[in-house]
């Protein structure tokens, strides 16, 4: 199992910016993707971004294209989440997760939670009007 640690989150005012990381305890060859997931409170638990071991395949939720993005460094073992602008419906727990399947790199299957087998414990994003 992968420990994974997320750092980064706090609170906004909409349009400003927040870098969230994931910091991996290790990166087993087994793992295909890493990606960043949301939840609201009374909404259930949503893709934001995933990204290969190599980088070249990345996809995104609709509602967050052209303003965030998802970036890593392999020598790290970490992932980030640019966030830029932060609006107010950005607002919730973000989890990072790994995926040792191959379903996070297709486009239709990539943000079903259930494909990712390690969590980390989330970081709250707060952001005000």
């Known amino acids: 199992e992968v420990q994974l640690v997320e750092s980064g989150g706090g609170s906004v005012q909409a349009g400003g910016s927040l870098r969230l990381s994931c910091a991996a305890s290790?990166?087993?060859?087994?793992?295909?993707?890493m990606g960043w997931f949301r939840q609201a409170p009374g909404k259930e638990r949503e893709g934001v971004a995933v990204?290969?071991?190599?980088?070249?395949?990345?996809h995104y939720a609709d509602s967050v294209k052209g303003r965030f993005v998802i970036s890593r460094d392999n020598a790290k073992n970490t992932v980030y989440l640019q966030m830029s602008p932060l609006t107010p419906e950005d607002t919730a727990m973000y989890y990072c997760?790994?995926?040792?399947?191959?379903?996070?790199?297709?486009?239709?299957?990539?943000?079903?939670?259930?494909?990712?087998?390690?969590w980390g414990q989330g970081n709250q994003v707060t952001v005000s009007s």
């Open positions: 290790e990166y087993p060859a087994s793992i295909n993707c």
């Open positions: 997760a790994a995926a040792s399947n191959s379903w996070c790199l297709w486009a239709q299957r990539w943000a079903e939670w259930a494909n990712y087998r390690d």
């Open positions: 990204i290969s071991t190599g980088g070249s395949i990345q």
